[in-house]
C-alpha cells in the first residue's frame, strides 16, 4: 500500500528556516517525480516544486532561490528545505506522488507551516 | 505561470449533471493532453479524479468524466450525489523548462 507522511511543519518566525520530511511506503521516490503542494488557509492549492525521478528539480517562482527539494533514497524519502520564510509561505505542504506528468497519483495527509512572529 | 480559470462555484440537485470548465493557455491546457482533476474535502487531502484529461483512476466513479477543447478542459458529473460536495481543482502540465504544473483556483461544488 502506497504511504506518504509528511512532518517537520510548525510555527516559525519570518525570517527563519524549517525542512520538511515525507516519509514514503510502497513505492521508491526515486523512480517517480515526486512533488510538494501547498494550499494557504482557504485558498486553492499551488505547486511548490518537483525532484524528477533524473534528478532534476524545479521551482515555482515564488519559492525560487529559497526553498530545496530534495531526496534520500536509502530512507525513501523527500525533503524540502524552506529559507527567509515570509508570512505568506504559511499552509498546508503535501507531498504527492506522480504517475505521470501532472497527475498526482498519491497524496500525504499535509503538514502546517505558520509563518509568524 | 498564472493560474488556470475555474468558476468559484457551481451547483446542482441531485440526479443532476454539472460541468466545470477550467481554462488555460496555449502553454499549457492547449499544449498538453495532460490536464487532471482533484476533489478535495474539507481537511482533506486531495484525491485524483481524472487525469491526461479523460482517464479515470482505478476505483473512481464513472459518474465522472473529462474532456479537453483548444486551451479549455472540463470536468462533468453527472448523477449527482450529496458526496460529491466538495472543491474540485483543474491541473495541466506547462512544461519541465517553465513551472512544471499549474492548478486552477478551485471550484466549489454545492449540492442543493
Known amino acids: 500500500e502506497v504511504q506518504l507522511v509528511e512532518t517537520g511543519g510548525g510555527l516559525i518566525q519570518p525570517g527563519g528556516s524549517l525542512r520538511l520530511s515525507c516519509a514514503a511506503s510502497?513505492?521508491?521516490?526515486?523512480?517517480?517525480?515526486m512533488s510538494w503542494v501547498r494550499q494557504a488557509p482557504g485558498k486553492g492549492l499551488e505547486w511548490v516544486s518537483v525532484i524528477y525521478s533524473g534528478g532534476s528539480t524545479y521551482y515555482a517562482d515564488s519559492v525560487k532561490g529559497r526553498f530545496t527539494i530534495s531526496r534520500d533514497n536509502s530512507k525513501n524519502t523527500l525533503y524540502l528545505q524552506m529559507n527567509s520564510l515570509r508570512a505568506e509561505d504559511t499552509a498546508v505542504y503535501y507531498c504527492?506522488?506522480?504517475?505521470?506528468?501532472?497527475?498526482?497519483?498519491?497524496w500525504g495527509q499535509g503538514t502546517l507551516v505558520t509563518v509568524s512572529s | 505561470q498564472s493560474a488556470l480559470t475555474q468558476p468559484a462555484s457551481v451547483s446542482g440537485s441531485p440526479g443532476q449533471s454539472i460541468t466545470i470548465s477550467c481554462t488555460g493557455t496555449?502553454?499549457?491546457?492547449?499544449?498538453?493532453?495532460?490536464v487532471s482533476w482533484y476533489q478535495q474535502h474539507p481537511g482533506k487531502a486531495p484525491k485524483l479524479m481524472i487525469y491526461?484529461?479523460?482517464k479515470r483512476p482505478s476505483g473512481v466513479s464513472n459518474r465522472f468524466s473529462g474532456s479537453k477543447s483548444g486551451n479549455t478542459a472540463s470536468l462533468t458529473i453527472s448523477g449527482l450525489q450529496a458526496e460529491d460536495e466538495a472543491d474540485y481543482y483543474c491541473c495541466s502540465y506547462a512544461g519541465s523548462s517553465t513551472s512544471h504544473v499549474v492548478f486552477g483556483g478551485g471550484t466549489k461544488l454545492t449540492v442543493l
Open positions: 510502497g513505492f521508491t521516490v526515486s523512480s517517480n517525480y
Open positions: 496555449s502553454s499549457d491546457v492547449g499544449s498538453y493532453n495532460l
Open positions: 491526461e484529461v479523460s
Open positions: 504527492a506522488m506522480e504517475g505521470g506528468a501532472g497527475a498526482f497519483d498519491y
